[in-house]
């Protein structure tokens, strides 16, 4: 299988913190990890592609400066939401790619409130 | 840009009852996805569809993909109450994976 492990699945954080999830790829080694975010009855909005060896790549509108990803192996990529305000509170996916005929696998999922 | 439309957004039916989701894109791509999410969870992954006419099915659950005019769908056979959850299709186009706003499924007995 492709195995996706997330962590942690909550946090709650004081605001003006930092916080930091860690996304990891099992049994696979994923050259390429999604980080996404969704809000309540939404759909996921794409965040950045994290790149291993490099740097990632946002979408337009992601503040790269809040939202500091670190994908240091084949393994494992990191979203670190600094600086949290209650507006960051959401719901923070990521996933990974096994290889292109198998699909992505997703985490479990890291809901975030900032109070 | 890619742009994928699903719909309905909501869907409410009844135990037994026959329903179909579509999922229309805008850009060339031979690879959609079909995803379930109940509520306060991740995604589950359904189907890989890979190339044009291609057709799974498991359970009650039956998607295909018609990559000419650009759609898929998801067709429910005779639904039960395990199957309410919201259901996403996503389409990637040159590692460009973009998702429908998700269909928000009911069954009702």
Redesign the interface.
């Given at each position: 299988g492709a195995v996706v492990s997330?962590h942690p699945s909550r946090v709650i954080c004081k605001s003006g913190t930092s916080v930091k999830i860690e996304c990891r790829s099992l049994d696979f080694q994923a050259t390429?990890m999604?980080w996404y975010r969704q809000f309540p009855?939404?759909?996921?909005?794409?965040m950045a592609?994290s790149n291993e060896g490099s740097k990632a790549t946002y979408e337009q509108g992601v503040e790269k400066d809040k939202f500091l990803i670190n994908h240091a192996s084949l393994t494992l990529s990191t979203l670190t939401v600094t600086s949290a305000h209650p507006e960051d509170s959401s719901f923070y996916?990521c996933?990974a790619r096994r290889d292109?005929?198998?699909?992505?696998?997703?985490?479990?999922?890291t809901?975030l409130t900032v109070v | 840009e890619l742009k994928v439309e699903q719909n309905p957004l909501f869907l409410s039916m009844q135990e037994g009852k026959n329903y179909t989701i579509y999922c229309n894109y805008s850009t060339t791509s031979d690879?959609l996805?079909w995803?379930r999410q109940d509520p306060?969870?991740?995604?589950?992954?359904l189907f890989?569809l890979?190339s044009n006419g291609a057709v799974k099915q498991e359970g009650r659950l039956m998607a295909s993909l018609d990559t000419k005019a650009r759609l898929s769908t998801l067709h429910i056979t005779a639904a039960v109450h395990d199957l309410s959850a919201t259901y996403?299709c996503?389409v990637?186009s040159n590692?460009d994976?973009?998702?429908?706003?998700?269909t928000?499924l009911t069954v009702k007995p």
């Open positions: 997330q390429t999604f009855k939404q759909s996921l909005m794409l592609t996916i996933s292109r005929a198998y699909g992505y696998t997703f985490g479990s999922g809901r | 690879r996805y995803y306060g969870k991740s995604l589950e992954s890989v890979l996403f996503a990637d590692n994976m973009r998702f429908g706003a998700g928000r």
